[in-house]
């Protein structure tokens, strides 16, 4: 594997490479960001990832600065992965940015508790994207609105990128794997089990699906202890809240805070 230091060192070489796919990252990777490499690497074509902490998506500063870092053994993971190229953007990744602003979808769900955090995703994206070239992208689905927001600035700017969305991968007890989950005690950790347990219960009982149902789920993680942002039951592409299991899937979203880590999760489920 390559490893640039930053987005210039990768762009000077970039002319001899073939076909890439890219997944771009913020460290302290774990088995979801390794199945984004595999799931790249499916494609045929050279993988080339990135690892930059994005102050522009962080509304909390406390976030920023608690973000876990583990570059020795990130770079080890993508090796033992087959990652080709690994990108480390300096500061410099934002001298003259183009600032984007995100379409009224990005102000449901996480963009109405974070305001300006998909913003700052898509104007980094954006640099990526017009430096890296690459032919495919992987994005996980554990952050779905993330990728529906990634795939729709695609679609409008008529980006010539093929986008991939990846399962969520989880721990034995259902929680999502995330760089956040190193901050929970192991007690927490059971605790934060109980998101996905949720909506595996509202699966199962879709043909109820209701806003008073959803309510007493609701207050059944307020009660586990959670801080809750949203639990949200909307339309798979606007997200618009919606209940209408009979004629579509739709879309089963969590966010909650556990002390001071927020975690999301989600959950297609198909219709009756
Ligand atoms: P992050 O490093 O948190 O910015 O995530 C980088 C990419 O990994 C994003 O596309 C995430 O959606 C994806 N990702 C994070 N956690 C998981 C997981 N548990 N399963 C699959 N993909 C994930």
Known sequence: MIIYNS???????????????????????????????????KTGNEVVSTIYVNSLQFNDKND????????DTDIELLGKKGCNHLILPDSSILDNIKSIKAPIKSMKLCGAHRPGHFDGVLTILNRLFEIINPHSVVFGKKDYQQFLLVKDFIDEKKLNINIIGANTIRNNNGLALSSRNILLTEKDKLIASTLYKTLKDIEKNK????????????DYLKSSGFKVDYLMSCDTESLEESYNINNNDLLIAVAAHL????LIDNLVISKL
């Open 207 to 218: 043909t109820y699906l209701n806003s008073e149902y959803l309510k007493t789920k609701l």
């Open 7 to 41: 987005l210039e060192e990768f762009n000077s070489i970039k002319h001899n490479l073939p076909k890439l796919s890219f997944v771009p990252t913020m460290g302290n990777l774990h088995e979801g960001h390794a199945s984004l490499i595999d799931i790249a690497k």
């Open 64 to 71: 920023f600065i608690n973000y876990p870092k583990t570059l």
């Open 259 to 262: 002390g001071s880590v927020r």
